[in-house]
């Protein structure tokens, strides 16, 4: 495909964005993709347009397909059935080379960036710019700099910054220049904002405005309704694989969004019964904490929970947050100060101690690193912190019936959709696995519960779930301690809110005397 | 799938060292024939090769329960030679004990000794990091020089003294006495066949090494450790704990291999026993692809290769050293099964190609 008229075509088009009417050649065609996985129809017979200079959302629920469907179209799988064209033209799409070199590039949720390189080497890494075989890293710079620059400031980037220094929000940016450096027409973004907080999910929005303003076509991959009201020209819906309706964002209302994706009237508040907070659970006392590097994370920080309480931690992430955590679940060494649990003095308990014995359920931040084991599977995964007990262990033997009957269980009650409990746990989609690691952590005979982000990358359909197990912990008289960088999530189930900013507590107070606007301040470390 | 993996890497190995054959002015078809006569062609040599099985089996089986831990045991060596030296140790005394009790005492010394051979590198790796490769290779020098040591003839121009083990009656041979009757492995089928109980045991150690890993506690934990350690400690598990224990069940597997070639085949230590097996506990593991079934087909291919070499010499003129390089070209379709496939489908579009052309032709 020659890019030369297809510029002048988007640059002729960028003025009617939005417009459907008069944009009669979609950038991409999706026609009729079915994908079979062993077992599973992913996608189910998917038509999608995408218009130059437009952001098309895919909204649905982790599991309808919408990672399939681009890995499709990114030439990850090859579809069963269907077709995918660019510019008219049939893409044949062996790898993402092809789709590359079709203009088509995606921002995973995970970044592919080389940690100990630059920006700029980030950007033109496998498209680098050289003279006679020797790299060139001057052009490459003017090249990058005037491709910022297009923007207006909103892509402004220090390209000599190491990534590794760089925040998330940041990392972003780099992979969107490196989709516009090479030229992408179609830029596919998976969940970007999940991993950023609301002031970088601001920049992003601006980001792609600007360039939809520039002609490119952006699908935006996502679960959070607002953002989709938000930024969206237009809005596909995916519920089980198959496109279940489309939305404009200006006739359409969040519930009814939520209704589609989930296929029934989904509770978007929780309903939250009064429980008067019984006798004190945890006790934490100037504690401080140290990172890996030596400096401070958790400085001298003071707290209680109370049985039958959630008290909401909320702070922007590398606030201290985590290894506070850490510190509280024996992860991490305690540097001073001291940790109470129900009476005990649970200092430096090791994970062990604190996890096995029953007391401390912990739904960890991260649940691919810490919480689960892909290769394992449904069934040996929900006891993976409990097989040292009965009765799912007797004088060291796996009691495989006792397992089985627990996983069936846990499957049950937490809704984790799976085609059996064989099934090992890296093949069921992100909700299914976060739903596991909630159910495994909230068993008989907790005491705390401590959930970090426990909805991170999930759809509003799991959410509603967790958030209700959550609230049933407190309501049947559990401390819980829920840390989470969405204000939101702290906001609808928190009975008290912490506020951490740069390693200290600057607020705490019952939820009742913080809205949403105060909460967004504190998080930004500016006390009222 | 895992059958055929394993398969793909035979065939592609298969196919490459046909072609260097061919290369070299072989006919590969009169090697692979004698290497099958030598090996499988009469009750006799079918014996050798199913008695040369057993430590295979057994090498085999430590790498991959390292292997489940995250850990490379290269130390297989060591610990086959430091097993030997412990079985020969105590077969070779305490005449007074009946058999019933020195056979197992024999081989739990073996199985001891290799334990410990293992457990070092372990300890080394939980307590100060150290990475086991470096260790358990180095290891092997150690337990090569100490087992050569045990059994040293001597020497009177150096005037260095004759280790605790040497056959003073040997002369200047560096060797053990024989192992006493009573802590010999007995016969399954007697001379001239010669299949000791050995064999039964590495295959009854192969379904233990199974159980230990689907069924036991210890087996989930080391699994994990293995699969992530990260998760690992979340969960409580006391990853350096594991990392010992499995790097020690390690050894000892290899220890019982050394012990079973010194107490039911060669009834004495010699330094030049033993000196290969171990690095074929590797290719044995990756082409077995971590399922007991899988390690004893692939360790009875690996003894058929063992077995079959002479005869294959004899037969075809083809080196009987290009077993080493059949090996070698297994392992490395073991451990790059996209290699091997597509190498077959290369040879397969190639014949129907050419058969096509046939076809027109004709």
Same mark, same amino acid.
């Given at each position: 495909?020659?890019?030369?008229?297809?510029?002048?075509?988007?640059?002729?088009?960028?003025?009617?964005?939005?417009?459907?009417?008069?944009?009669?050649?979609?950038?991409?065609?999706?026609?009729?993709?079915?994908?079979?996985?062993?077992?599973?129809?992913?996608?189910?017979?998917?038509?999608?347009?995408?218009?130059?200079?437009?952001?098309?959302?895919?909204?649905?629920?982790?599991?309808?397909?919408?990672?399939?469907?681009?890995?499709?179209?990114?030439?990850?799988?090859?579809?069963?059935?269907?077709?995918?064209?660019?510019?008219?033209?049939?893409?044949?799409?062996?790898?993402?080379?092809?789709?590359?070199?079709?203009?088509?590039?995606?921002?995973?949720?995970?970044?592919?960036?080389?940690?100990?390189?630059?920006?700029?080497?980030?950007?033109?890494?496998?498209?680098?710019?050289?003279?006679?075989?020797?790299?060139?890293?001057?052009?490459?710079?003017?090249?990058?700099?005037?491709?910022?620059?297009?923007?207006?400031?909103?892509?402004?980037?220090?390209?000599?910054?190491?990534?590794? +220094?760089?925040?998330?929000?940041?990392?972003?940016?780099?992979?969107?220049?490196?989709?516009?450096?090479?030229?992408?027409?179609?830029?596919?973004?998976?969940?970007?904002?999940?991993?950023?907080?609301?002031?970088?999910?601001?920049?992003?929005?601006?980001?792609?405005?600007?360039?939809?303003?520039?002609?490119?076509?952006?699908?935006?991959?996502?679960?959070?309704?607002?953002?989709?009201?938000?930024?969206?020209?237009?809005?596909?819906?995916?519920?089980?694989?198959?496109?279940?309706?489309?939305?404009?964002?200006?006739?359409?209302?969040?519930?009814?969004?939520?209704?589609?994706?989930?296929?029934?009237?989904?509770?978007?508040?929780?309903?939250?019964?009064?429980?008067?907070?019984?006798?004190?659970?945890?006790?934490? +006392?100037?504690?401080?904490?140290?990172?890996?590097?030596?400096?401070?994370?958790?400085?001298?920080?003071?707290?209680?929970?109370?049985?039958?309480?959630?008290?909401?931690?909320?702070?922007?992430?590398?606030?201290?947050?985590?290894?506070?955590?850490?510190?509280?679940?024996?992860?991490?060494?305690?540097?001073?100060?001291?940790?109470?649990?129900?009476?005990?003095?649970?200092?430096?308990?090791?994970?062990?101690?604190?996890?096995?014995?029953?007391?401390?359920?912990?739904?960890?931040?991260?649940?691919?690193?810490?919480?689960?084991?892909?290769?394992?599977?449904?069934?040996?995964?929900?006891?993976?912190?409990?097989?040292?007990?009965?009765?799912?262990?007797?004088?060291?033997?796996?009691?495989?019936?006792?397992?089985?009957?627990?996983?069936?269980?846990?499957?049950?009650?937490?809704?984790?959709?799976?085609?059996?409990?064989?099934?090992?746990?890296?093949?069921?989609?992100?909700?299914?696995?976060?739903?596991?690691?909630?159910?495994?952590?909230?068993?008989?005979?907790?005491?705390?519960?401590?959930?970090?982000?426990?909805?991170?990358?999930?759809?509003?359909?799991?959410?509603?779930?967790?958030?209700?197990?959550?609230?049933?912990?407190?309501?049947?008289?559990?401390?819980?301690?829920?840390?989470?960088?969405?204000?939101?999530?702290?906001?609808?189930?928190?009975?008290?809110?912490?506020?951490?900013?740069?390693?200290?507590?600057?607020?705490?107070?019952?939820?009742?005397?913080?809205?949403?606007?105060?909460?967004?301040?504190?998080?930004?470390?500016?006390?009222? | 799938?895992?059958?055929?993996?394993?398969?793909?890497?035979?065939?592609?190995?298969?196919?490459?060292?046909?072609?260097?054959?061919?290369?070299?002015?072989?006919?590969?078809?009169?090697?692979?024939?004698?290497?099958?006569?030598?090996?499988?062609?009469?009750?006799?040599?079918?014996?050798?090769?199913?008695?040369?099985?057993?430590?295979?089996?057994?090498?085999?089986?430590?790498?991959?329960?390292?292997?489940?831990?995250?850990?490379?045991?290269?130390?297989?060596?060591?610990?086959?030679?430091?097993?030997?030296?412990?079985?020969?140790?105590?077969?070779?005394?305490?005449?007074?004990?009946?058999?019933?009790?020195?056979?197992?005492?024999?081989?739990?010394?073996?199985?001891?000794?290799?334990?410990?051979?293992?457990?070092?590198?372990?300890?080394?790796?939980?307590?100060?990091?150290?990475?086991?490769?470096?260790?358990?290779?180095?290891?092997?020098?150690?337990?090569?020089?100490?087992?050569?040591?045990?059994?040293?003839?001597?020497?009177?121009?150096?005037?260095?003294?004759?280790?605790?083990?040497?056959?003073?009656?040997?002369?200047?041979?560096?060797?053990?006495?024989?192992?006493?009757?009573?802590?010999?492995?007995?016969?399954?089928?007697?001379?001239?066949?010669?299949?000791?109980?050995?064999?039964?045991?590495?295959?009854?150690?192969?379904?233990?090494?199974?159980?230990?890993?689907?069924?036991?506690?210890?087996?989930?934990?080391?699994?994990?450790?293995?699969?992530?350690?990260?998760?690992?400690?979340?969960?409580?598990?006391?990853?350096?704990?594991?990392?010992?224990?499995?790097?020690?069940?390690?050894?000892?597997?290899?220890?019982?291999?050394?012990?079973?070639?010194?107490?039911?085949?060669?009834?004495?230590?010699?330094?030049?026993?033993?000196?290969?097996?171990?690095?074929?506990?590797?290719?044995?593991?990756?082409?077995?692809?971590?399922?007991?079934?899988?390690?004893?087909?692939?360790?009875?291919?690996?003894?058929?290769?063992?077995?079959?070499?002479?005869?294959?010499?004899?037969?075809?003129?083809?080196?009987?050293?290009?077993?080493?390089?059949?090996?070698?070209?297994?392992?490395?379709?073991?451990?790059?099964?996209?290699?091997?496939?597509?190498?077959?489908?290369?040879?397969?579009?190639?014949?129907?190609?050419?058969?096509?052309?046939?076809?027109?032709?004709?």
């Amino acid at each position: 495909m020659n890019a030369a008229p297809v510029a002048k075509r988007i640059g002729l088009r960028h003025q009617s964005a939005g417009s459907r009417r008069n944009m009669p050649h979609p950038v991409l065609e999706v026609r009729g993709i079915t994908k079979h996985f062993p077992g599973v129809v992913a996608n189910r017979n998917i038509d999608l347009d995408l218009f130059p200079g437009e952001i098309l959302a895919v909204l649905g629920e982790n599991g309808a397909g919408k990672s399939t469907l681009m890995n499709i179209i990114y030439g990850l799988h090859p579809p069963t059935s269907g077709s995918v064209r660019v510019g008219g033209r049939q893409l044949e799409c062996r790898s993402p080379r092809d789709a590359i070199a079709a203009g088509i590039a995606m921002v995973h949720q995970h970044f592919h960036l080389v940690p100990t390189m630059t920006v700029l080497e980030n950007i033109v890494l496998g498209a680098e710019t050289t003279r006679r075989g020797v790299l060139d890293p001057a052009t490459a710079e003017r090249d990058v700099a005037e491709l910022c620059q297009r923007f207006g400031g909103q892509l402004d980037i220090n390209l000599q910054a190491m990534i590794d +220094d760089l925040p998330v929000g940041m990392r972003q940016r780099v992979e969107i220049v490196k989709a516009l450096y090479r030229r992408a027409r179609i830029l596919v973004l998976d969940e970007p904002t999940a991993v950023l907080t609301p002031q970088e999910t601001g920049s992003l929005f601006q980001i792609m405005r600007g360039l939809r303003h520039q002609g490119t076509g952006i699908i935006f991959i996502t679960h959070k309704l607002k953002e989709v009201l938000d930024v969206a020209d237009r809005i596909a819906v995916l519920r089980r694989g198959a496109v279940v309706g489309h939305a404009r964002p200006g006739a359409t209302t969040e519930q009814a969004m939520a209704t589609m994706m989930v296929g029934r009237v989904p509770s978007l508040t929780i309903p939250k019964t009064t429980v008067v907070p019984g006798p004190l659970m945890l006790e934490v +006392d100037t504690l401080t904490v140290h990172r890996d590097d030596g400096t401070t994370a958790v400085d001298r920080i003071s707290f209680k929970v109370h049985q039958g309480e959630i008290l909401g931690l909320a702070g922007v992430q590398g606030n201290g947050q985590t290894e506070l955590i850490g510190a509280l679940t024996g992860l991490r060494p305690v540097s001073s100060g001291t940790v109470r649990l129900n009476g005990r003095d649970t200092t430096h308990a090791s994970a062990r101690r604190l996890g096995r014995e029953g007391d401390t359920g912990h739904i960890p931040e991260d649940r691919h690193t810490h919480g689960m084991v892909e290769s394992f599977s449904v069934a040996q995964n929900l006891v993976l912190n409990l097989c040292n007990r009965p009765p799912f262990t007797r004088w060291g033997l796996l009691r495989l019936e006792a397992i089985r009957a627990h996983a069936g269980r846990k499957v049950a009650d937490f809704d984790i959709r799976t085609t059996s409990l064989k099934q090992p746990l890296g093949s069921l989609s992100g909700g299914n696995q976060q739903k596991l690691v909630v159910a495994r952590e909230m068993r008989d005979g907790l005491q705390l519960l401590i959930a970090n982000q426990p909805t991170r990358g999930v759809d509003v359909g799991s959410v509603e779930s967790i958030h209700h197990h959550i609230v049933q912990q407190r309501n049947a008289g559990r401390a819980v301690l829920l840390a989470s960088y969405d204000p939101d999530e702290i906001l609808a189930l928190a009975d008290r809110i912490a506020v951490m900013f740069e390693g200290r507590l600057i607020s705490l107070s019952p939820a009742a005397q913080v809205d949403r606007n105060r909460l967004g301040l504190l998080m930004a470390g500016i006390p009222a | 799938m895992a059958a055929l993996h394993m398969a793909t890497a035979v065939l592609g190995a298969a196919l490459m060292s046909a072609a260097l054959m061919a290369v070299l002015g072989h006919n590969p078809w009169e090697a692979f024939t004698g290497l099958a006569k030598g090996s499988l062609g009469t009750e006799r040599e079918l014996a050798v090769t199913v008695r040369k099985t057993a430590p295979f089996v057994l090498t085999g089986l430590s790498v991959t329960l390292a292997l489940k831990a995250g850990l490379f045991n290269f130390g297989t060596a060591g610990q086959f030679l430091m097993g030997s030296v412990g079985a020969v140790w105590m077969g070779i005394q305490f005449e007074a004990l009946p058999g019933w009790l020195h056979l197992p005492l024999a081989l739990a010394v073996g199985i001891g000794s290799g334990s410990v051979w293992g457990a070092i590198p372990g300890w080394l790796k939980a307590s100060t990091g150290s990475h086991e490769v470096i260790t358990t290779i180095m290891l092997n020098y150690v337990a090569a020089l100490f087992a050569g040591w045990t059994v040293f003839a001597g020497s009177s121009l150096s005037m260095t003294r004759p280790g605790p083990l040497w056959d003073a009656t040997a002369g200047p041979v560096s060797a053990s006495p024989d192992v006493l009757a009573s802590a010999r492995i007995p016969w399954i089928l007697g001379p001239p066949l010669g299949i000791h109980w050995g064999v039964a045991l590495a295959l009854l150690t192969a379904l233990l090494v199974w159980w230990l890993m689907e069924r036991t506690q210890f087996g989930f934990e080391l699994k994990t450790v293995g699969a992530k350690p990260l998760a690992a400690r979340y969960a409580g598990m006391r990853c350096g704990w594991t990392t010992v224990l499995a790097m020690t069940w390690a050894g000892g597997l290899a220890g019982l291999a050394g012990a079973i070639e010194t107490l039911g085949v060669h009834y004495k230590f010699a330094p030049e026993f033993g000196g290969g097996v171990g690095f074929e506990g590797i290719a044995v593991a990756l082409l077995g692809q971590g399922h007991p079934l899988g390690i004893v087909l692939a360790a009875l291919l690996f003894a058929v290769l063992d077995a079959g070499a002479l005869r294959m010499q004899f037969d075809s003129g083809v080196p009987s050293d290009i077993i080493q390089v059949i090996q070698t070209f297994i392992l490395i379709f073991a451990a790059a099964p996209a290699l091997a496939t597509w190498l077959l489908n290369r040879v397969s579009r190639t014949q129907r190609a050419s058969a096509a052309a046939a076809g027109r032709r004709a």
